[in-house]
């Protein structure tokens, strides 16, 4: 029987998964802490040692895979288990190759999770602990991924700061829009799986004062808000949300139910690898056609004039 000493921190975005996480948790004995971002759980994590940390990766503020990757470089690292709708097989390498314990795909019955988190602080315990060595290339092949998505999110980054007073008002709106379903990331997860050569790759333009990277991109899963605005950036049509596909400096892929007749959309999502930041720019559309059930729009960010 787990020890009331037990202490678990439940960090996830939606209210009702923390709420049947923590009430199973304290069924089996175990205190729990509630966290609602990443940016909340790094944050009681530095106050408190937890034995163990259950995470959702898809989050505001601070995305899961890098508080995973802060949790388990602590002095102490606590057991982290990731429960997740994402079941990329390569994200969920890259994780385990880190240390996490274990990930778990929602939707999942919560008394099945708090006999694993139990089992999990049992079995191991809180100590120094060193990840475990993944196989040499595929530890390199994600490491080369994670690395290059965070080298295109921060060249982005800079570009919204350069033009964020321009895309203020694009995206002050207050519209309660829906996610794309989650046939959508399933979509894309299939797509990175099948494509083993691409032609179709837009040609890499350098933003001003960077170098050109060939055709370098990588797969990004990540929502977006989208706004259709002209090319003087003005707002010309109602918000939607949209599918981030995958990403390159000069531009990006994105999924949507519905074709776009726009010429250009600003799109504003927070980064997945740069911390508490948030990408704003403008991307000039240049395709946009029948993917599946879906459509692939794809075009080049621009600067303002």
């Known amino acids: 029987m787990a020890s009331t000493k037990r202490n678990v921190l439940v960090v996830d975005d939606e209210p009702q998964v923390r709420e049947l996480t923590s009430r199973a948790l304290l069924a089996s004995g175990i205190q729990c802490d509630l966290a609602v971002d990443g940016a909340d759980a790094i944050k009681k994590a530095s106050e408190r040692s937890y034995d163990a940390v259950v995470t959702d990766l898809r989050m505001p503020n601070r995305h899961g895979h890098a508080l995973c990757a802060d949790l388990l470089k602590l002095p102490e690292a606590p057991n982290v288990m990731v429960l997740t709708a994402l079941s990329d097989a390569r994200l969920v390498r890259d994780l385990m190759s880190r240390g996490v314990y274990d990930v778990l795909h929602k939707p999942i019955n919560y008394d099945v999770v708090a006999t694993k988190v139990q089992a999990m602080i049992e079995n191991t315990g809180r100590t120094k602990r060193v990840a475990p060595e993944p196989p040499k290339k595929a530890k390199s092949n994600a490491a080369k991924k994670i690395n290059l998505l ?13 033009f964020d007073d321009r895309l203020e008002a694009v995206f002050d709106f207050a519209e309660d829009i829906p996610d794309p379903p989650k046939a959508v990331r399933d979509f894309i997860r299939r797509l990175a ?18 170098q050109a990277r060939g055709n370098d991109r990588v797969t990004c899963y990540t929502i977006a808000d989208a706004v259709p605005v002209d090319r003087d950036w003005n707002r010309t049509g109602d918000p939607f949300k949209i599918a981030l596909r995958d990403l ?18 600003a799109i504003c999502w927070n980064a997945t690898q740069v911390v508490a930041k948030q990408i704003r720019v403008v991307c000039r559309i240049r395709r946009c056609k029948p993917c599946g059930p879906f459509y692939d729009i794809g075009g080049q960010f621009v600067m303002a004039d």
Do not use: C, M
């Open 150 to 162: 965070h080298q295109i999110e921060t060249t982005l980054v800079e570009l919204t700061e350069l």
């Open 248 to 265: 390159s400096e000069s531009g990006g892929r994105f999924l949507h139910t519905r074709a776009t007749n726009a010429d250009y959309v």
């Open 193 to 210: 799986e099948s494509e083993v050569t691409e032609t179709d790759k837009p040609q890499s333009v350098p933003l001003p004062g960077h």
